[in-house]
């Protein structure tokens, strides 16, 4: 039987079908390239991360003796310290620097529009100038924006999200189905202890402040 002879609501079933069967096979399609991807190259990149970190950092500073509360914030401040040379590495002081100089160059164009006796005219470069200098500082600030997120929160995440997975309750004591690096007996506010998320963002956060009070201070700022 031909298309032509259908009936119409036949015909939008098979066509109904058929839409059907075709999304199911592009999502296992989509489905089995990223089932590739991630268990074979993101997986084994982070499982060799993992380890390579685990040796580096908590395996060299367990044989010092030092204890898991110690490695966190080792840790922590090895982190602000890659977040700081990232942030040299991406020259983030010379392109703020060249913005800075870029925008008032900007502004004292467009007070010389001032003398412009034409109202219509003047009016018309304002508002050309005010369009440019806004775009020029909305790209800007969506640079400035992902540049602090490349710099500061992802190491962040990922580095809190490797503590958590090496220092679990597999090497920590369990109070309540939750592993604390040490647990509190007097329970203040209502904390049975101290965990790994807490301590590194609390050493996370306290040495940022003070590495910008020492950079502030032992380093001149670029004019």
Known sequence: MGWRKLHPIVL?????????NFQQSLM?????????????????????AKVLLDVVFLDSLAL?????????????????????????????????????????????ERDTIGIIPDPKNRNALYTSAD???????????????????????????????????????????????QAYLFVLPSHPLGMQGISVTLLFLSSYIISLIVGFQLKKRFFRKEK
């Open 12 to 20: 939008y079933r098979q066509s109904y079908k058929f839409l059907m």
């Open 28 to 48: 296992q399609i989509v489905n089995t390239i990223l089932d590739a991807i991630y268990y074979g190259m993101l997986q084994p990149l982070f499982l060799g």
């Open 64 to 108: 010092l003796s030092i204890s898991k509360s110690g490695q966190v914030i080792v840790v922590a401040v090895c982190t602000v310290l890659f977040a700081f040379l990232l942030r040299r590495l991406l020259a983030v002081e010379v392109k703020e620097k060249v913005f800075r100089v870029k925008f008032a160059a900007q502004k004292a």
């Open 131 to 177: 369009q440019s200098i806004d775009e020029d500082f909305n790209t800007y600030l969506a640079q400035h924006y992902f540049r602090y997120v490349l710099i500061y929160l992802l190491p962040l995440f990922l580095v809190m999200a490797w503590l958590n997975n090496s220092l679990d309750e597999s090497v920590l004591p369990v109070v309540s189905g």
